[in-house]
């Protein structure tokens, strides 16, 4: 069993920047692919960024160049540095992990509005 606890979302002007991190317990992550997806308001979830253990990286189209996600297997920790935010980043954000299943956290609402 895996448990993921976001924090770090919130509200920001268009074209700010907020880091969103991810607490993994339960299990270390060091040899699972982690990853962030989001569900903005009347869409389906999607994916926003993965990272394997060997610390390769896949990004969604729609963040590519604005996104970095990152990960600290010392500190069971997996980050997500958003910039250049803008509405339609809008959404609750999700930590993601793959241990043999799908383990998800409970989100965190990042908004995005001058």
């Known amino acids: 069993q895996v448990q993921l606890v976001e924090s770090g979302g919130g509200l920001v002007q268009p074209g700010g920047s907020l880091r969103l991190s991810c607490a993994a317990s339960?299990?270390?992550?060091?040899?699972?692919?982690m990853g962030w997806y989001r569900q903005r308001p009347g869409k389906e979830r999607e994916r926003v960024a993965l990272i394997i253990s060997g610390g390769s990286t896949n990004y969604g189209d729609s963040v590519k160049g604005r996104f970095s996600i990152s990960r600290d297997n010392a500190k069971n920790t997996v980050d997500l540095q958003m910039n250049r935010l803008q509405p339609e980043d809008t959404a609750v954000y999700y930590c993601y992990c793959y241990a043999n299943r799908g383990y998800w956290g409970q989100g965190t609402q990042v908004t995005v509005s001058s």
């Open positions: 339960g299990s270390t992550i060091s040899g699972y692919t």
